[in-house]
């Protein structure tokens, strides 16, 4: 049976988070956590494929798409435990995970707090931290006092994607800023505190799970360097450089999809 369904949950702290499944109910669960600016469809274009192998849970991070947005700022463990609130709440005892940037953060913590929750950790384009601190509190503060998304919106997209994609009008690339552009400041804000504050860099040692982490070879934001440095500090992680900027699941699509495919699904 095929599903298609969204709806929502309410969190201890009173935040509706907005999920969606889609795929087969009898497959593993693979839970899908977004980056910064985005929402649950930033993962469109792959749910074709993943979903031959997996039941796919999606869901928009607080501050994000159809879920609330509660003043910030947010904290990294808010984060993780809004979606160990949505596993409890779905009844999900266990499920895959696979996050990109702050969802790889996510990913990263619950692997760290709650390893008994996942099965196969995928960490995409993501670091174990993004220091130092302070050079996120002006970015925070011109944010929350600019008019509108629009500058923000345009310097995430060439943060994001290859010059070639951002030229002329790219079907894609105009519904990330789409996306963008309707995200409520705060909601980007309060959630790039959760980025100043963090650092995982000791407790990512922590993590049992078996772990992938994907690196973007030409990635500005969390750097094929921080890519290594997570892969050798997360016991046995394996490491893979995509020749993509930032959106490896959207540049490299087809190589993405068969890293992920590959490692979740082989025989142990």
């Not at 980056?35 to 469809?41: A, K, M, V």
């Not at 949505?86 to 709650?114: C, F, M, N, T």
């Amino acid at each position: 049976m095929t599903s298609h369904v969204r709806t929502a949950i309410t969190t201890g702290d009173g935040v509706r988070i907005a999920y969606r499944f889609d795929g087969d109910e009898h497959k593993p669960v693979l839970l899908l956590s977004n980056s910064i600016g985005t929402d649950l469809h930033m993962w469109d274009g792959q749910v074709p494929a993943l979903s031959e192998h997996f039941r796919l849970l999606r869901y928009d991070a607080r501050g994000h798409g159809a879920s609330d947005v509660p003043d910030g700022p947010y904290s990294l463990d808010r984060l993780g435990r809004d979606v160990v609130e949505l596993l409890d709440a779905l009844g999900l005892e266990r499920v895959h995970v696979l996050g990109l940037s702050l969802g790889g953060i996510v990913a990263q913590w619950l692997g760290i707090h709650v390893p008994q929750r996942v099965d196969r950790l995928v960490l995409s384009n993501t670091a174990a931290y993004l220091g130092p601190p302070g050079q996120w509190d002006r970015p925070i503060a011109d944010l929350l006092e600019a008019p509108d998304m629009r500058a923000t919106a345009e310097n995430f997209l060439h943060n994001w994607f290859p010059a070639r994609m951002l030229q002329g009008d790219n079907e894609v690339v105009e519904g990330f800023r789409r996306t963008l552009l309707a995200t409520r400041r705060e909601g980007v804000a309060g959630s790039w505190a959760a980025v100043r504050d963090y650092d995982l860099r000791r407790t990512v040692t922590l993590i049992p799970n078996p772990t992938l982490v994907i690196a973007g070879e030409h990635d500005t934001v969390t750097s094929a360097a921080h890519g290594k440095e997570l892969a050798a500090t997360v016991p046995g992680a394996r490491f893979t450089v995509l020749p993509t900027v930032h959106m490896a699941n959207i540049e490299g699509q087809a190589q993405f999809l068969d890293a992920v495919v590959s490692f979740l699904t082989e025989q142990t």
